[in-house]
């Protein structure tokens, strides 16, 4: 079966909502439903690039999103967001947890010469840790 990985949507929601989440194992997690999970208007199709590095005798994930939005998600600077991004076949990963290392947000805003040119900010979503995002399974009991 071929699997179709372009991402149709991410949402966001503060870390410390999760801490009832459940790790089934290291590529799936649970989370409850009452996370409540905000959606990020970004233009059609984000990136999300995950890669493996050796650092200090550990593997290290690092995982990238790069998106175009019209969204202040630096609003939150003070609070920790973790991301939900659901794929076209509505297959959905965690990128982010309640525990260190948080996300990083990086924004570029630009001013650009006309008004054709792109006047979205391009927002770069940043979190490292020692496993691939994780699937997340959906909770059958509600």
């Not at 998106?67 to 297959?91: A, G, I, M, N, Q």
């Not at 996300?103 to 006047?119: A, L």
Request: charged share 25%.
């Amino acid at each position: 079966m071929k699997s179709v990985k372009i991402i149709k949507a991410i949402e966001y929601a503060f870390n410390v909502d999760l801490k009832l989440m459940r790790r089934l194992s290291p590529r799936r997690v649970r989370i409850p439903s009452e996370v409540t999970w905000f959606p990020v208007c970004v233009k059609e199709h984000p990136s999300m690039v995950s890669s493996t590095k050796p650092d200090d005798g550990n593997k290290v994930v690092t995982t990238t999103i790069k998106l175009l939005t019209t969204d202040d998600l630096l609003r939150f600077h003070h609070r920790h967001l973790v991301f939900r991004v659901t794929l076209l076949d509505d297959r959905q990963f965690l990128v982010g947890s309640h525990v260190r290392p948080f996300t990083v947000i990086e924004v570029t805003d630009t001013c650009p010469e006309s008004v054709k040119d792109n006047q979205l900010v391009e927002v770069t979503i940043t979190h490292r840790s020692l496993h691939v995002p994780p699937y997340i399974v959906r909770n059958v009991y509600g």
